[in-house]
């Protein structure tokens, strides 16, 4: 009885946090300067959080070993910028300047959001049938592979009608392009980031806490125990990969409407390395931690490090600081992160209120750490 | 004879390219077997052989500055396996996997830091970038240098994997890691020299390449390492001759594909390959064949 | 130990947080910003461009708007020659709160940074990207060069006419705005005139041009027309050589770098480019520039290690007087007023008055310089310019 209540009250506390953070964020949107580099930095994170989270999903919940993610978001991409362009640009040369594009139909923007995600989805179905029968190393390097061709697929010039060949596309709807519904007043557009990947977040949440979840749990800590417990192997992996890439295909279009312009060439495995680093400093197997990592990456690599680049920041006349010293920084960073927090920094934990009421009654574990010697010495004893 | 005249460019290029692939595709195919770890970085540990001799050549005569490159490759090959990898020998594969990109991050990071982002000009090595006539196709001597260096090096590798004590160690640790380990081998000196090895022959590998391809930029390793560790799993990885073989058809195959104008495809091709081959025979063409253990 | 790294981790972001926080700009200052690319494949051309906005910078630190003299901040960013960086590098130049922003080589990430600008109310001068869509369909970018289409025509016709070739060969990278678009200007003026072309791309990394230059000799062209990056340029310019072709070496602007001279130096190779400026055009600037760079071991190494005067150099000189002149037009420091005005801005630069068209603020140039590689010396010899009306 106790545990229903404690339970009630922590789901009352997340949607008050839940409400407040977007309260924030309209009270930001509203008052700040909308170019600021914040803004820029909570739209992007987000938008990787959404990615990190569905890899996640089948690297840290199914045991999927794939690396297939940035082929995915390419996918999702192009398919929301073909989609969503409006017909009369398709038809004018500033963007399909080279080729007469084949595809009329225009649509607005969540249709093309979710076509986005289908078009993904059914992708990832049908390499699923066969690359899913590999594993661990084998299904990664297949999946980077698969990735590649999409990559090549969709630069290649017989294409062009469709993708634009090799070419970039733009002035399609991008994120200052949403509208309130039924208004002509622009939808503030880090909160729309916010809800669309929440949403989408809070989805895989609620399938991983489902039983499809507790299957691709079993699948992931011991393929044969599961499959003789009942469960059907091929069909949850596939489902794992078809949803996961699903909410990639999501995020890709998130991506292209915040970049305003999109083009194959940025899909590189390069990309999806990153995804993967996001999800191993959040911690393998936790949501949160890959929400939180993705804006920490992001915040680090486009914004807190930038001052390193500037050579004017130089002090006693040593000329370390110059163009490329933040990457070297932030690498390093990187490489302590992986080799001394190999868990990262959620481990397999999910965010708690019980935990963080702990947290806060004792950061840091200062106060625990006294009394730590008298409590071995009782266990010594014990044994 | 037209034929060959016409053909004879693009399979001299090949074979060429098949070669410096097969001395980066070892390194990936030996750590694969005995650590079981993808070793992204070595690509970039490639590049950064070319690097070295970029700025060492600037100050230091040849006859130097290439001992000291394989010196200092070697040297860089070794650090890495000791700092990003042995700390993780206990820990999931995924993480050293991780360490791994982290590595070559840092790596490709630090080269873009130091060249501040411009691609520096390989020196030209003498003898070895003359050109010469064969057949009527004008090409560098070191695209015929290439392919006997490669088999040479091949050869004595794997009598020194047949005969000495290290590479009989090697094949034992490869075989089994824990019963190695309790039969009184020190593992953590056999991996050593297995990236020791590895780096070496990538120190070589970049010699001949950037003799070829006289550019050497941050990325530069991005692209060939990716193409070697596809050539290793097409050969079976785990297994030496495997490498060299894959590398070569990867080699020559790319540079018929581009021949024929599918320029576009000359990546795809590769992977595609690789698709096929694991999809038909997963394990690669002479690779042991792996069993499930509960 | 793991709890102190932690700790020093987090407080190292704190620090940098603090410090970013930290800087806001006096009321006296303006700020331009530097859209250009220092590393990447276009690092080389980009620190050249930038060289010649930093020279005029430290010529004209100061400028009077509305009668209150401001001190210029010049704002570098580097967008690494990549289309996807460029949108965050430009939101980078628009939080520092520039008035009007200077670049890129390449109009890649010009074209892929252009909507940012554009978002923000700032206008946006291209330098040297030549691709139309750079400033079609968007009406906050303009630019002070001249258009591909045009560059196109010039270098098909100096191939017909001058060079007298029926066949060439054309190689641009795929998926790279500035030589996918040259290259296809150049062919339909090329087939216009009556003559072949065979068309490639090499992929994204690809450093093997063999193939490539066999393929061209294979099929008898008469021309090999690359106008792609120059780290390409060198890679290509040695198998030429290596493979003893014959063929001369057509290329755009990009080629117009003493990379390729060096490149080029003491080889047998004929390489002829269109270019903005040729260098002793202008002996004042070209003396004091050269000082300039010969001064500082920093600029030299940015240059390329040689003081030879590139056509971006003085492009990017140009481009700053000409932001300059926007800002005092405007009488303000606000985007939005300099936007009005640049319109009609107009000055006399190092490579000739420039002014913009009104319909997509390109500017008004119908002269293209050509030059050609001395490889004995490593210099530049100017051919007769090029001019279409």
Not at chain 1, 201 to 227: C, H, P, T
Not at chain 1, 264 to 278: P, R, S
Not at chain 1, 341 to 361: D, P, Q, T, V
Not at chain 3, 288 to 301: E, H, M, R, V, Y
Request: charged residues 15%.
């Amino acid at each position: 009885m106790k545990l229903k209540n404690e339970k009630k009250k922590d789901a009352l506390c997340t949607l008050i946090a839940i409400a407040v953070m977007l309260v924030v964020l309209i009270v930001m949107e509203l008052t700040m300067k909308s170019t600021s580099i914040l803004f820029t930095v909570l739209k992007k994170g987000m938008i990787y959080a959404l990615v990190a989270v569905s890899m996640n999903l089948l690297n840290g919940f199914t045991g999927l070993f794939s690396l297939g993610q940035a082929g995915f978001m390419l996918i999702g991409a192009y398919t929301y910028a073909i989609f969503s362009m409006p017909t009369a640009v398709k038809l004018g040369d500033t963007v399909y300047k080279y080729y007469d594009c084949a595809i009329s139909l225009e649509l607005g923007i969540f249709p093309a959001l979710l076509l986005a995600g289908l078009f993904a989805a059914v992708f990832a179905a049908l390499i699923g049938l066969p690359v899913l029968r590999l594993k661990s190393d084998y299904l990664a390097i297949a999946t980077l592979g698969f990735a590649e061709i999409f990559r090549a697929f969709f630069q290649w010039d017989a294409m062009g009608p469709v993708t634009n060949g090799a070419n970039v596309l733009r002035q399609y709807k991008d994120l200052t392009k949403v509208k309130i519904p039924f208004t002509n007043i622009p939808f503030p557009p880090t909160l729309f980031c916010f809800l669309v990947a929440g949403i989408c977040i809070a989805i895989i949440v609620l399938l991983i806490n489902s039983s499809y979840g507790r299957a691709f749990k079993a699948i992931r800590d011991d393929e044969i125990a599961a499959e003789a417990m009942g469960i059907n192997l091929f069909k949850h992996k596939e489902m794992s990969f078809v949803i996961s890439s699903f909410f990639a295909g999501i995020s890709g279009a998130l991506l292209a409407m915040f970049q305003y312009t999109v083009q194959a060439a940025q899909f590189k495995t390069a990309m999806t390395y990153e995804i993967l680093l996001i999800v191993v400093i959040g911690g393998i197997g936790s949501v949160t931690g890959s929400c939180i990592a993705s804006f920490l990456f992001i915040a680090c690599n486009e914004w807190w490090l930038r001052f390193l680049d500037e050579s004017s920041n130089n002090i006693l006349g040593l000329n370390i600081l110059r163009s490329g010293f933040r990457k070297v920084v932030f690498s390093i960073i990187i490489m302590i992160i992986v080799l001394f927090f190999s868990k990262g920094i959620m481990g397999e934990r999910e965010f708690s209120w019980a935990r963080a009421r702990a947290f806060f009654r004792d950061p840091f574990g200062l106060v625990s750490r006294r009394k730590k010697p008298a409590v071995s010495e009782e266990v010594s004893g014990d044994a | 004879m037209s034929f060959l005249q016409n053909s004879l460019p693009y399979i001299l290029a090949g074979i060429s390219v098949g070669g410096q692939y097969a001395l980066i595709a070892i390194g990936y195919t030996m750590v694969y077997g005995i650590l079981r770890l993808i070793n992204f970085a070595h690509g970039d540990v490639f590049m950064a052989a070319g690097m070295f001799m970029v700025f060492l050549s600037a100050s230091l005569p040849l006859g130097a500055a290439i001992p000291l490159v394989l010196l200092l490759t070697v040297l860089l090959g070794f650090l890495i396996e000791r700092a990003a990898y042995k700390p993780l020998r206990s820990a999931p594969r995924m993480s050293v996997m991780i360490s791994a990109i982290g590595v070559s991050y840092l790596i490709q990071n630090c080269a873009l830091y130091f060249t501040g982002g411009l691609a520096k000009v390989y020196p030209q090595l003498p003898w070895l970038s003359d050109t010469v006539t064969i057949f009527g196709a004008v090409t560098k001597r070191v695209t015929l240098v290439t392919p006997i260096l490669t088999i040479l090096l091949v050869v004595g590798l794997s009598l020194f994997i047949r005969y000495t004590k290290v590479g009989i160690a090697m094949r034992a640790v490869s075989k089994d890691f824990e019963t190695a380990r309790l039969m009184g081998i020190k593992v953590n000196s056999v991996i050593s020299a297995t990236f020791i090895i590895g780096s070496l022959l990538a120190a070589v590998g970049s010699l001949l390449y950037f003799t070829n391809y006289a550019s050497v930029t941050p990325t530069s390793g991005g692209m060939p390492g990716l193409k070697c560790f596809v050539a290793a799993v097409f050969g079976g990885i785990g297994s030496i001759p495997g490498a060299v073989i894959g590398a070569f058809i990867i080699g020559i195959a790319e540079n018929i594909i581009k021949g024929l104008g599918w320029t576009t495809f000359s990546v795809v091709f590769t992977f595609a390959l690789l698709i096929i081959i694991l999809l038909v025979k997963p394990t690669g063409l002479f690779g042991e064949k792996a069993t499930d253990k509960v | 130990m793991k709890k102190v790294l932690a700790l020093v981790l987090a407080l190292a972001l704190v620090f940098a947080l603090a410090a970013c926080g930290g800087s806001k700009a006096a009321d006296n200052t303006v700020t331009i910003g530097v859209f250009e690319p220092a590393s990447g494949d276009n690092g080389a051309g980009g620190k050249q461009e930038t060289l010649g906005v930093q020279y005029a910078n430290s010529v004209q630190p100061t400028v009077e708007i509305g009668g209150k003299t401001y001190n210029v901040v010049v704002k570098y960013v580097d967008n690494e020659s990549s289309n996807d960086k460029a949108p965050s590098a430009a939101a980078e130049l628009v939080s520092a709160g520039s008035s009007i922003i200077l670049g890129s080589y390449g109009s890649g990430v010009s074209i892929a940074g252009g909507p940012t600008f554009e978002a923000a109310g700032i206008p946006a001068v291209g330098i040297t990207c030549t691709n139309p869509a750079v400033t079609e369909g968007n009406g906050y970018y303009f630019r002070i060069c001249f258009l591909d289409p045009f560059q196109g025509t010039v270098l098909a016709n100096y191939a017909f006419s001058e060079l007298g070739v029926t066949k060439a060969y054309c190689l641009n990278k795929l998926g790279d705005d500035y030589s996918g678009g040259l290259v296809k200007y150049f062919i339909e003026a090329f087939e216009g005139l009556g003559g072949e072309c065979v068309h490639e791309e090499f992929p994204d990394g690809n450093s093997d041009f063999t193939s490539y230059v066999a393929n061209a000799k294979a099929a008898g062209c008469g021309v090999f027309f690359s106008p792609v990056s120059t780290e390409a340029a060198q890679l290509i310019i040695d198998q030429v050589v290596a493979q003893g072709a014959t063929f001369p070496l057509l290329a755009g602007d990009t080629w117009d770098s003493n990379v390729i001279l060096q490149a080029a130096k003491g080889k047998d190779v004929n390489i002829t480019v269109t270019t903005f400026y040729p260098e002793g055009a202008d002996a004042d600037f070209d003396s004091s520039i050269k000082a300039w760079i010969n001064g500082n071991s920093t600029n030299l190494a940015n240059n390329g290690g040689d003081d030879t005067v590139a056509a971006v150099t003085a492009m990017g000189y140009d481009a700053y007087f000409f932001a300059l002149a926007a800002l005092q037009k405007a009488g303000s420091t606000d985007p939005a007023k300099v936007m009005e005005t640049i319109w009609s801005t107009e000055i006399n630069g190092v490579t000739g008055p420039i002014a913009l068209d009104q319909t997509n603020g390109d500017a008004i140039r119908n002269t293209a310089f050509v030059k050609q590689a001395d490889t004995a010396t490593g210099t530049w010899i100017a051919l007769d310019p090029v001019t279409i009306n």
